[in-house]
C-alpha cells in the first residue's frame, strides 16, 4: 500500500490561495472588464486573480509526496487576547472615550502572556493610559475625546 | 556648484531645532523597538509610523527616517548580544558579532559596527547626493510604459530575495497587488472588493495593513513559545576598539560600503543582499578565513557598513522615481502618500527643501547614531532584560492609537486585527509578508500604468517590448526570474537563507 505523504503547510497554503484567488476572480467577474485597449475596473484584477490561483495550485501540487516540516505552534491565547484588543478600541473610542477606550484595550492585551498577573496587568494598564494621555491627548493634541457619551454624567 | 548649493539647502532644513528634535527622537524611538529581539526594522517603522503623521511633511519624513537608522543599528545590537537578527539584514552581523561577544568583546563589536555603519552611511549619502539629480533627468523621460516595467522589475527582485519558495513569493505579490486594489476605481469610480463596506471605499488604510502584517503577526509570532531570554552580557565594557581592531576593520569597511552602495540601488531589498555579499568577499579575501564564524572583525565591519550603505542608496530609486525598493521603502511611500507628497522625479524640483532635507538628515541621523547611541548601549543593553510581555501591551496601546489618529476611522482598526491574524497565518504557512506589502503599496500605481500605456499604444500590448528603456527593464525582471529558478541558484539560495535561520 502506498502512504500518501504530503507536505500538509504546503498543502492549507496552496488550497489558502486558491480559494483567496477564487474570491477575487468572482467578484472581479461582477465588475466591467472592459477590452484591453479600455480596461474596466475588472480587468487588471481579474488577470491577477487567475495567476494567484495558478500559483495556488502549483504550491499545491508541489506539497504532494514530500513531507515538511509541521505548522509548530499557534499562538492561540495570543491571538485570543491580541486581536480583540485593536477591535475593542475601535469599537469602543466613540463611545467612552479615549481614556476609558485605552485603558481596557491595553488590559486585554496584557492578558496575551500565560506570565501576566492581574495586579501587574492593572497597573501596566493604568501608566500605559497615563502616558498616552499626557503625550498624545495633552502633548501632541490629538482631537479626541477623553471621556464619551457613554460614561458622562 | 549646484550641489553644494543643494546640500547646504538640505542641511539648513535638517538641522533646524525641531527637525534635529525630531530626528533624535527618531533615532531614539527606533533603537527602543529595534533592539527588540524578533522585532526587525520593517516591523519597527510599521509600529512607529503613526506618530509621526502628526507632523510636517519634513519633520515626519525625517523623523521616519530616523526611525529607520535606529531600529537598524538596534537589530544589530541584538544580534550581537543575543545572537537574534530582527531582520535578515543583520543575520549575518549575528555570526561573528555574537562570537566576539561570547569572547568578552561586545563592546568592540558594537563599536565596530557603529563606526562602519557611519562611514558608510556618509559616504552613501553622498553618493545619493550626487546621483539623484541626473537619475531625476532620466526618470523625467519615463512613460507609463517604463514605469509599468520598472514595478515589475521591482516586484520580481523583492520575490528573489524573500525566504523559501519563489512560488509562494509571487503568489504573496500577487495577493498584495489585489489588496492594493481595493477601494474606488480611479477610471470609472466603482467600488471594488469593497465588500459593500463604505469606509473601505478609499481602499484599505495602508498604516493598519503594514502594522497588521508586520507588527501584530511579529507579536503573536513571539507569544509562541514563551521562552526567557538570556542575555549574554550584563555590561558591557571595553567600548572603544583598540587600534589593532581599528587597522583591521579598515579595509572590510570600505568593501563594505562599496559593495553595499551598489547592491542597495537594485530594487528588491539590495541591502539584504548587500551584507550577504559583503560577508562572502570578506571571507574570500581573508588571510584568515578559518576565523570567519568565531569572530572575525572583517566578519561584523564588512556587512554591517554594506548593510547601512544600501539601506541608504534605496533611498535613490524611491526619490528619484517614486518606486520603494523594499518593504521599508514601501512604507516611506506610504508615509509620502498620506503626507501628500507623490513621490517620484518631480519631487526634487518641486519641493527642494523636503527632498534634500531628508538626504541631510539621513547623514545627521547616522552622526547620532554613533555619538548617542554608544553612550547608551548600557541602556539598551538593560533593555534587553525587559520581560516581553509589558512590552506588548503597550506596543498594542500605541498601534490603536496610532492607526486610528491617520483617520479617525474605526474600519481601519478592525482592518488592523483582520491583517494581524492573516499576517500570523501566513507566516504560519511559511509565506513571507514582504512581496505582500510591495505589492499592496505598487498595486494601484502598477494598474494605473498598465491601464494608461494600454490606451497609449492603442490596446497594443507590444509597447512594453518596442520601446527600448521598457523592454530592457522587463529583460532584467525576466533574467532574475530565470536565474532563481535555475537548479544551481536554488539550491544556493535555499542554503543563504538556511543558515540564517
Same mark, same amino acid.
Given at each position: 500500500?502506498?502512504?500518501?505523504?504530503? *507536505?500538509?503547510?504546503?498543502?492549507?497554503?496552496g =488550497?489558502?490561495?486558491?480559494?483567496?484567488?477564487?474570491?477575487?476572480?468572482?467578484?472581479?467577474?461582477?465588475? *466591467?472588464?472592459?477590452?484591453?485597449?479600455?480596461?474596466?475596473?475588472?480587468?487588471?484584477p481579474?488577470?491577477?486573480?487567475?495567476?494567484?490561483?495558478?500559483?495556488?495550485?502549483?504550491?499545491?501540487?508541489?506539497?504532494?509526496?514530500?513531507?515538511?516540516?509541521?505548522?509548530?505552534?499557534?499562538?492561540?491565547r495570543?491571538?485570543?487576547?491580541?486581536?480583540?484588543?485593536p477591535?475593542?478600541?475601535?469599537?469602543?473610542?466613540?463611545?467612552?472615550?479615549?481614556?476609558?477606550?485605552?485603558?481596557?484595550?491595553?488590559?486585554?492585551? =496584557?492578558?496575551?502572556?500565560?506570565?501576566?498577573?492581574?495586579?501587574? =496587568?492593572?497597573m501596566?494598564? =493604568?501608566?500605559?493610559?497615563?502616558?498616552?494621555?499626557?503625550?498624545?491627548?495633552?502633548?501632541?493634541?490629538?482631537?479626541?475625546?477623553?471621556?464619551?457619551?457613554?460614561?458622562?454624567? | 556648484?549646484?550641489?553644494?548649493?543643494?546640500?547646504?539647502?538640505?542641511?539648513?532644513?535638517?538641522?533646524?531645532?525641531?527637525?534635529?528634535?525630531?530626528?533624535?527622537?527618531?533615532?531614539?524611538?527606533?533603537?527602543?523597538?529595534?533592539?527588540?529581539?524578533?522585532?526587525?526594522?520593517?516591523?519597527?517603522?510599521?509600529?512607529?509610523?503613526?506618530?509621526?503623521?502628526?507632523?510636517?511633511?519634513v519633520?515626519?519624513?525625517?523623523?521616519?527616517?530616523?526611525?529607520?537608522?535606529g531600529?537598524?543599528?538596534?537589530?544589530?545590537?541584538?544580534?550581537?548580544?543575543?545572537?537574534?537578527?530582527?531582520?535578515?539584514?543583520?543575520?549575518?552581523?549575528?555570526?561573528?558579532?555574537?562570537?566576539?561577544?561570547?569572547?568578552? +568583546?561586545?563592546?568592540?563589536?558594537?563599536?565596530i559596527?557603529?563606526?562602519?555603519?557611519?562611514?558608510?552611511?556618509?559616504?552613501?549619502?553622498?553618493?545619493?547626493?550626487?546621483?539623484?539629480?541626473?537619475?531625476?533627468?532620466?526618470?523625467?523621460?519615463?512613460?507609463?510604459?517604463?514605469?509599468?516595467?520598472?514595478?515589475?522589475?521591482?516586484?520580481?527582485?523583492?520575490?528573489?530575495?524573500?525566504?523559501?519558495?519563489?512560488?509562494?513569493?509571487?503568489?504573496?505579490?500577487?495577493?498584495?497587488?489585489?489588496?492594493?486594489?481595493?477601494?474606488?476605481?480611479?477610471?470609472?469610480?466603482?467600488? +471594488?472588493?469593497?465588500?459593500?463596506?463604505?469606509?473601505?471605499?478609499?481602499?484599505?488604510?495602508?498604516?493598519?495593513?503594514?502594522?497588521?502584517?508586520?507588527?501584530?503577526?511579529?507579536?503573536?509570532?513571539?507569544?509562541?513559545?514563551?521562552?526567557?531570554?538570556?542575555?549574554?552580557?550584563?555590561k558591557v565594557?571595553?567600548l572603544?576598539?583598540?587600534?589593532?581592531?581599528?587597522? +583591521?576593520?579598515?579595509?572590510?569597511?570600505? +568593501?563594505?560600503?562599496?559593495?553595499?552602495?551598489?547592491?542597495?540601488?537594485?530594487?528588491?531589498?539590495?541591502?539584504?543582499?548587500?551584507?550577504?555579499a559583503?560577508?562572502?568577499v570578506?571571507? !574570500?579575501?581573508?588571510?584568515?578565513?578559518?576565523?570567519?564564524?568565531?569572530?572575525?572583525?572583517?566578519?561584523?565591519?564588512?556587512?554591517?557598513?554594506?548593510?547601512?550603505?544600501?539601506a541608504?542608496?534605496?533611498?535613490?530609486?524611491?526619490?528619484?522615481?517614486?518606486i520603494?525598493?523594499?518593504?521599508?521603502?514601501?512604507?516611506?511611500?506610504?508615509?509620502?502618500?498620506?503626507?501628500?507628497?507623490?513621490?517620484?522625479?518631480?519631487?526634487?524640483?518641486?519641493?527642494?527643501?523636503?527632498?534634500?532635507?531628508?538626504?541631510?538628515?539621513?547623514?545627521?541621523?547616522?552622526?547620532?547614531?554613533?555619538?548617542?547611541?554608544?553612550?547608551?548601549?548600557?541602556?539598551?543593553?538593560?533593555?534587553l532584560?525587559?520581560?516581553?510581555?509589558?512590552?506588548?501591551?503597550?506596543?498594542?496601546?500605541?498601534?490603536?492609537?496610532?492607526?486610528?489618529?491617520?483617520?479617525?476611522?474605526?474600519?481601519?482598526?478592525?482592518?488592523?486585527?483582520?491583517?494581524?491574524?492573516?499576517?500570523?497565518?501566513?507566516?504560519?504557512? !511559511?509565506?513571507?509578508?514582504?512581496?505582500?506589502?510591495?505589492?499592496f503599496?505598487?498595486?494601484?500605481?502598477?494598474?494605473?500604468?498598465? !491601464?494608461?500605456a494600454?490606451?497609449?499604444?492603442?490596446?497594443?500590448?507590444?509597447?512594453?517590448?518596442?520601446?527600448?528603456?521598457?523592454?530592457?527593464?522587463?529583460?532584467?525582471?525576466?533574467?532574475?526570474?530565470?536565474?532563481?529558478?535555475?537548479?544551481?541558484?536554488?539550491?544556493?539560495?535555499?542554503?543563504?537563507?538556511?543558515?540564517?535561520?
Amino acid at each position: 500500500m502506498k502512504t500518501l505523504a504530503f *507536505d500538509s503547510t504546503n498543502a492549507i497554503c496552496g =488550497a489558502v490561495f486558491l480559494i483567496l484567488g477564487g474570491f477575487f476572480t468572482y467578484q472581479s467577474l461582477t465588475l *466591467d472588464l472592459g477590452t484591453a485597449l479600455r480596461m474596466g475596473p475588472g480587468y487588471f484584477p481579474l488577470l491577477l486573480a487567475l495567476i494567484l490561483m495558478l500559483l495556488g495550485i502549483v504550491v499545491l501540487v508541489q506539497s504532494v509526496r514530500v513531507s515538511g516540516e509541521p505548522l509548530g505552534p499557534i499562538a492561540l491565547r495570543g491571538m485570543a487576547f491580541i486581536l480583540p484588543a485593536p477591535v475593542f478600541f475601535g469599537l469602543t473610542v466613540r463611545g467612552l472615550g479615549f481614556v476609558p477606550a485605552l485603558f481596557f484595550t491595553a488590559l486585554i492585551a =496584557a492578558f496575551a502572556s500565560s506570565r501576566m498577573k492581574p495586579t501587574m =496587568a492593572l497597573m501596566l494598564a =493604568a501608566a500605559i493610559t497615563l502616558f498616552s494621555v499626557a503625550v498624545f491627548s495633552y502633548a501632541l493634541g490629538l482631537p479626541f475625546q477623553r471621556f464619551g457619551p457613554w460614561v458622562r454624567f | 556648484m549646484e550641489l553644494f548649493s543643494n546640500l547646504a539647502l538640505g542641511f539648513a532644513t535638517a538641522a533646524s531645532p525641531e527637525n534635529l528634535l525630531f530626528c533624535l527622537i527618531g533615532v531614539l524611538l527606533g533603537t527602543l523597538i529595534g533592539v527588540l529581539p524578533g522585532i526587525g526594522a520593517t516591523a519597527t517603522i510599521a509600529m512607529l509610523l503613526p506618530i509621526t503623521f502628526q507632523l510636517e511633511p519634513v519633520s515626519s519624513l525625517i523623523m521616519l527616517a530616523g526611525i529607520y537608522y535606529g531600529a537598524q543599528y538596534g537589530g544589530s545590537t541584538t544580534a550581537i548580544l543575543i545572537n537574534m537578527p530582527g531582520e535578515s539584514s543583520s543575520a549575518v552581523t549575528a555570526i561573528d558579532g555574537y562570537q566576539m561577544a561570547r569572547k568578552g +568583546r561586545a563592546g568592540a563589536a558594537l563599536s565596530i559596527a557603529a563606526l562602519g555603519s557611519f562611514f558608510a552611511g556618509t559616504v552613501s549619502t553622498f553618493l545619493v547626493a550626487l546621483f539623484a539629480i541626473p537619475l531625476t533627468g532620466i526618470a523625467l523621460k519615463f512613460g507609463a510604459a517604463e514605469y509599468f516595467s520598472l514595478m515589475i522589475v521591482g516586484l520580481v527582485s523583492s520575490v528573489a530575495l524573500a525566504h523559501g519558495s519563489v512560488v509562494k513569493a509571487l503568489a504573496m505579490v500577487s495577493l498584495g497587488l489585489l489588496l492594493g486594489l481595493v477601494g474606488t476605481d480611479i477610471y470609472t469610480g466603482t467600488p +471594488r472588493f469593497t465588500l459593500g463596506i463604505r469606509e473601505y471605499a478609499d481602499g484599505l488604510n495602508f498604516v493598519a495593513v503594514a502594522v497588521g502584517v508586520f507588527g501584530i503577526a511579529e507579536i503573536l509570532r513571539n507569544l509562541e513559545g514563551e521562552k526567557t531570554r538570556s542575555v549574554l552580557v550584563q555590561k558591557v565594557s571595553g567600548l572603544w576598539p583598540t587600534r589593532d581592531d581599528f587597522r +583591521r576593520m579598515a579595509a572590510p569597511v570600505l +568593501r563594505g560600503t562599496a559593495i553595499g552602495s551598489a547592491l542597495g540601488i537594485l530594487p528588491g531589498g539590495g541591502a539584504i543582499l548587500a551584507a550577504f555579499a559583503s560577508y562572502t568577499v570578506e571571507k !574570500r579575501v581573508s588571510d584568515k578565513p578559518e576565523e570567519f564564524g568565531h569572530g572575525a572583525i572583517a566578519g561584523v565591519a564588512g556587512p554591517e557598513s554594506a548593510n547601512n550603505a544600501g539601506a541608504q542608496t534605496s533611498f535613490i530609486p524611491l526619490l528619484t522615481l517614486g518606486i520603494p525598493a523594499n518593504p521599508v521603502m514601501a512604507l516611506m511611500v506610504g508615509a509620502m502618500i498620506i503626507q501628500g507628497i507623490v513621490p517620484g522625479p518631480n519631487v526634487a524640483s518641486e519641493q527642494p527643501a523636503l527632498f534634500w532635507g531628508i538626504i541631510a538628515s539621513m547623514w545627521i541621523g547616522n552622526l547620532m547614531l554613533v555619538v548617542l547611541n554608544l553612550p547608551l548601549i548600557g541602556l539598551w543593553v538593560k533593555l534587553l532584560t525587559i520581560p516581553y510581555y509589558v512590552l506588548f501591551p503597550i506596543i498594542m496601546a500605541f498601534c490603536s492609537i496610532g492607526v486610528y489618529s491617520v483617520n479617525s476611522n474605526v474600519y481601519d482598526l478592525y482592518a488592523v486585527a483582520f491583517f494581524g491574524l492573516a499576517g500570523y497565518l501566513l507566516v504560519k504557512l !511559511r509565506c513571507e509578508p514582504a512581496p505582500l506589502l510591495l505589492g499592496f503599496v505598487l498595486g494601484p500605481l502598477l494598474e494605473e500604468n498598465l !491601464r494608461r500605456a494600454m490606451i497609449l499604444s492603442r490596446g497594443d500590448p507590444t509597447t512594453f517590448i518596442t520601446r527600448p528603456i521598457s523592454a530592457t527593464l522587463l529583460l532584467i525582471a525576466l533574467a532574475v526570474l530565470v536565474i532563481v529558478f535555475l537548479p544551481s541558484v536554488k539550491a544556493k539560495r535555499e542554503e543563504v537563507f538556511q543558515e540564517e535561520d
